[in-house]
C-alpha cells in the first residue's frame, strides 16, 4: 500500500524558507517520480515541480524556478521541497503526489495529505 | 501553458447523473485524468487516461474524451459524491503538469 508521510504545518516570516519533507513507502521508490502540488485556502490546485528520485532530475513551473528546490535521499525513501523567498501568497496546502505515466501521459496516483505552510509577519 | 476550462459550479439531485465538463483546445488528442477532492482531504484519483478507473473507485464514476471537452460523468450521484473535481492533463510542450480550476459539485 502506498503511503506519504508528509511533514508537520510550518509559520514562516515573509523573505524566510520552508522545507517540506514526504517519506515514502510501500513501493520502490526510484521506480516513480514525486511531484509537488500547492492549494492556497478556497483555491484550485498548482503544479509546482517534480523529482526523478532514480537520478535526480528535477522539473518546475516557471513561476516557481530561482525560488524551489526538490530534492531526494534514497537512503530515507525521501523527497523534500524547499521555497525560498516566501510571502503570504504562498500560505497554502503543499501536497506531494507520485507520478505515474500509462499510454504516453502523466498522471498522479497517490497523493500525501498535506502540509499547511502559513507565512505572516 | 496548456489551458483547462472548468465550470466553477455543478449542480444535481440525488440519483440523477453529473456530468462535468473540462474544456481545452483539441483535448481529444490528450489524456485526460480526474480528482475528487472533499473538504479537508487530500485530492484521490477518480478516473485516469480518459476513462479508466483506479481500482476502488465505484463503476458509477466514468470518463469520456473527444474535440475539444473531456467530461467525467458520475451516475446515481450521492450525497458523499459532493466534492470539488479537477482535470489534468500533461502538456507535452512544457513538460510540466496542467490543472483545471475545479468544479464544486453539489448535491441538491
Known amino acids: 500500500q502506498v503511503q506519504l508521510a508528509q511533514s508537520g504545518a510550518e509559520v514562516k516570516r515573509p523573505g524566510a524558507s520552508v522545507k517540506v519533507s514526504c517519506q515514502a513507502s510501500g513501493y520502490t521508490f526510484i521506480t516513480y517520480y514525486m511531484n509537488w502540488v500547492r492549494q492556497a485556502p478556497g483555491q484550485g490546485l498548482e503544479w509546482m515541480g517534480m523529482i526523478n528520485p532514480s537520478g535526480g532530475t528535477t522539473t518546475y513551473a516557471q513561476r516557481f524556478q530561482g525560488r524551489i528546490t526538490v530534492t531526494r535521499d534514497t537512503s530515507t525513501n525521501t523527497v523534500y521541497m524547499e521555497l525560498r523567498g516566501l510571502r503570504s501568497e504562498d500560505t497554502a496546502v503543499y501536497y506531494c503526489?507520485?507520478?505515474?505515466?500509462?499510454?504516453?501521459?502523466?498522471?498522479?496516483?497517490?497523493w500525501g495529505r498535506g502540509t499547511l505552510v502559513t507565512v505572516s509577519s | 501553458s496548456f489551458v483547462l476550462t472548468q465550470p466553477p459550479s455543478v449542480s444535481v439531485a440525488p440519483g440523477q447523473t453529473a456530468r462535468i465538463p473540462c474544456g481545452g483546445r483539441n483535448i481529444g488528442s490528450r489524456s485526460v485524468h480526474w480528482y475528487q477532492q472533499k473538504p479537508g482531504q487530500a485530492p484521490v484519483l477518480v478516473v485516469y487516461a480518459d476513462s479508466d478507473r483506479p481500482s476502488g473507485i465505484p463503476q458509477r464514476f466514468s470518463g469520456s474524451n473527444s474535440g475539444n471537452t473531456a467530461t467525467l460523468t458520475i451516475s446515481r450521484v450521492e450525497a458523499g459524491d459532493e466534492a470539488d473535481y479537477y482535470c489534468?492533463?500533461?502538456?507535452?510542450?512544457?513538460?510540466?503538469?496542467?490543472f483545471g480550476g475545479g468544479s464544486k459539485l453539489t448535491v441538491l
Open positions: 503526489a507520485r507520478g505515474d505515466a500509462y499510454r504516453g501521459s502523466y498522471y498522479l496516483d497517490s
Open positions: 489534468q492533463v500533461w502538456d507535452t510542450n512544457t513538460d510540466h503538469v496542467a
